[in-house]
C-alpha cells in the first residue's frame, strides 16, 4: 500500500466521548481535553478499515526499521498509519521510541518466574515513557498554533514537555508540586528553557491548576487527559509486539499515576486486535504505590463485591486526599485516566494492585543487578509481579513483560539513600534493603582492594537472592 492511499489520516479520525450513554463525536482540530457535552474522557478513534491490509503494515513497520527517513528514525511516527495526523505534517520529534526489551533472569527468579522481560521506556530520549506521547501532543499542539503549552506534572511530564516544546519554539510553563520533584527532572526541565512554577500543593491541586489555565485559548494541555498524549503512547504495543515477532505476551505490567501510560497501552492492545495481528488481549495489569494507590483501592473493592469485572459497572473513584510515597512519580491522589485505564484492565482481565515502599525499593535493587536501572515507580511492576506470582494469579511458566518507564538517573538520591541504610519515609524508621550494597572504605592498597573483591565472592556467590 502505498502512503498516499491513506494520506487523509486526518479525516479518518474523531475525537470521542468513552462514557457509553454520550458517545459524541469531535472534530481532531477541536481544542478540547473532556467532552464538551458530558465532562466524560475523550480518546481518538480512527477508522482501522481505511489503514489497509494488516500484513502488508507489519512488513512496512518492519522494513521502515532501516529506513533513515525521519519519520522512521522516530519508533512513534513508523506506526503513523495508524496515528490521526496526515502524513505530510512537521512533526516535532527527538526520534523517540525503538526503546529495548530486555532480558531479566535476576529479577525473573526473584519474583518466581522462569522469564520474564522489561521493556525500557527510560531509554527514550529525556529519560522517561513520556517522550512517545509528547512527541504527538506538541506536534498537535504546533498545528493548531498554540502559543504555551502547558501541564501538571510530578517531573517526568513536565521534562518531555519542556524538550518537545524547545524542539518546537513554543513557550512551555510547567506547574509542579514544590519540593516533591527531583532535582535531576527539575534540571532537565530548567535547561530545556521551560517557565518552572512551583505550587503549594501537591500534584492533584496542580492538575485542577492546568485545566482551568487550559480555557485561556493561546494554551495547549499537554497532560495524558489529552487523548493526542495518548496516540503517541499506545505505539509502545506496536513496538513491544513487533520485538515479541508478534508473540503475544500472556501478560504486560505497568506502574499506575494519572493512568495515561496504562490507557494508552490498552488501546493500542485493542487496535492490534481489531486489525487482526493478535487474537487476544494480553492481561494488562497496574501497580500503583501503597499510600497513592485509590485504583487498586477501588479493584479490591469490586472483587470484595463481586461486581462484574467486563467493565459494564464501575463505581466511582474515591481519591487519596494526601498521597504518600517516596516514588515521587506517581504519588497521585486523583488520577485523571482512571476510566479509560480501569476499561482497559478489565478487558483483558488483568488486575490493578499496590506494592509497599520496601516492596518497590527492593525490586528496584533487583532490577539494577540485571544492570538494568530505573526510578522507583518502575519497579511497582516487579514488586506487583511478585505478589501476583505469589497469589497465584500468574504462572511461573506464563510470558511476562514488565513495563519500566524511567531511567535510574531520574532519581539517585532514592538509590544512595536505600543502599546507604538511610530511605524512608516520613517518620518511619529506614529500611533495611535486601539488596544493600553500600560503598566500603578501603586502604589505598592492593591487597585491602583484593580482600574486599574476595570477601564478597564467598558472601554472596554472585547471585542475590530474596527471603520470601
Ligand atoms: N512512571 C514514571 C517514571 C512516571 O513519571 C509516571 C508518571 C508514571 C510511571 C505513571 O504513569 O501517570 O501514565 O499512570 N508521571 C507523571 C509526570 C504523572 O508528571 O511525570 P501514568
Not at 34 to 50: A, D, K
Not at 367 to 388: L, V, Y
Request: aromatic letters at 6%; charged letters at 20%.
Amino acid at each position: 500500500m502505498s502512503e498516499r492511499a491513506t494520506e487523509a489520516r486526518s479525516a479518518n479520525a474523531v475525537q470521542r466521548c468513552i462514557i457509553p450513554e454520550c458517545n459524541s463525536a469531535y472534530g481532531i482540530r477541536e481544542r478540547i481535553y473532556v467532552c464538551p457535552r458530558c465532562g466524560g474522557p475523550l480518546e481518538i478513534q480512527c477508522r482501522l478499515e481505511s489503514c489497509g491490509d494488516a500484513n502488508v503494515l507489519r512488513k512496512q513497520w518492519t522494513d521502515r526499521a532501516g529506513s533513515n527517513d525521519p519519520r522512521d528514525r522516530s519508533g512513534v511516527w513508523r506506526y503513523r498509519e495508524l496515528l490521526p495526523f496526515d502524513f505530510d505534517v512537521p512533526v516535532v520529534s527527538l526520534f523517540e521510541g525503538k526503546t529495548p526489551l530486555y532480558d531479566a533472569p535476576r529479577s525473573a527468579e526473584y519474583c518466581g518466574l522462569r522469564s520474564l522481560q522489561v521493556k525500557h521506556l527510560g531509554c527514550n530520549p529525556t529519560g522517561s515513557f513520556k517522550d512517545a506521547g509528547m512527541t504527538t501532543a506538541v506536534t498537535h499542539a504546533a498545528l493548531l498554533g498554540a502559543r504555551t503549552v502547558v501541564c501538571a506534572s510530578t517531573g517526568n511530564t513536565a521534562a518531555s514537555l519542556a524538550a518537545y516544546a524547545a524542539r518546537a519554539g513554543l513557550q512551555c510553563a510547567i506547574v509542579v508540586p514544590q519540593g516533591q520533584v527531583t532535582s535531576a527532572k527539575l534540571a532537565q526541565s530548567m535547561d530545556y528553557g521551560a517557565a518552572v512554577l512551583e505550587i503549594d500543593g501537591n500534584f492533584d491541586d496542580a492538575m485542577r491548576l492546568v485545566q482551568e489555565l487550559a480555557d485561556d485559548a493561546s494554551i495547549y494541555l499537554a497532560n495524558s487527559i489529552n487523548p493526542f498524549r495518548v496516540e503517541g503512547q499506545k505505539t509502545v504495543a506496536f513496538e513491544l509486539l513487533q520485538q515479541c515477532e508478534w508473540k503475544l505476551p500472556d501478560h504486560v505490567v505497568a506502574p499506575g499515576g494519572n493512568m495515561g501510560n496504562s490507557s494508552a497501552l490498552a488501546k493500542g492492545f485493542d487496535e492490534l486486535r481489531q486489525l487482526g495481528l493478535i487474537d487476544r488481549l494480553p492481561k494488562l495489569h497496574v501497580i500503583q504505590a501503597e499510600g497513592s494507590a485509590p485504583m487498586a483501592r477501588m479493584f479490591a473493592e469490586m472483587e470484595k463485591n463481586r461486581v462484574a469485572r467486563d467493565g459494564s459497572v464501575m463505581p466511582d473513584i474515591v481519591p487519596v486526599a494526601d498521597p504518600k510515597t517516596l516514588a515521587t512519580a506517581i504519588k497521585i491522589g486523583s488520577p485523571i485516566s482512571w476510566k479509560k485505564s480501569l476499561r482497559g484492565v478489565l478487558r483483558s482481565g488483568g488486575r490493578v494492585l499496590a506494592a509497599s515502599e520496601q516492596e518497590i525499593a527492593d525490586a528496584k535493587a533487583i532490577i539494577g543487578r540485571d544492570g538494568i536501572g530505573c526510578e522507583p515507580a518502575s519497579a511497582t511492576t516487579i514488586a506487583g509481579i511478585r505478589k501476583m506470582v505469589v497469589a497465584g494469579n500468574m504462572g511461573r511458566t506464563e510470558s511476562v513483560v514488565a513495563v519500566l518507564t524511567g531511567h535510574i538517573l531520574k532519581d539517585p538520591d532514592y538509590v544512595n539513600r536505600y543502599h546507604n541504610g538511610t530511605l524512608s519515609l516520613g517518620s518511619s524508621s529506614p529500611m533495611k534493603g535486601a539488596f544493600a550494597n553500600p560503598p566500603e572504605r578501603v586502604a589505598a592498597n592492593k591487597s585491602a582492594i583484593l580482600a574486599s573483591i574476595e570477601r564478597r565472592n564467598h558472601k554472596s556467590g554472585g547471585v542475590p537472592r530474596a527471603k520470601n
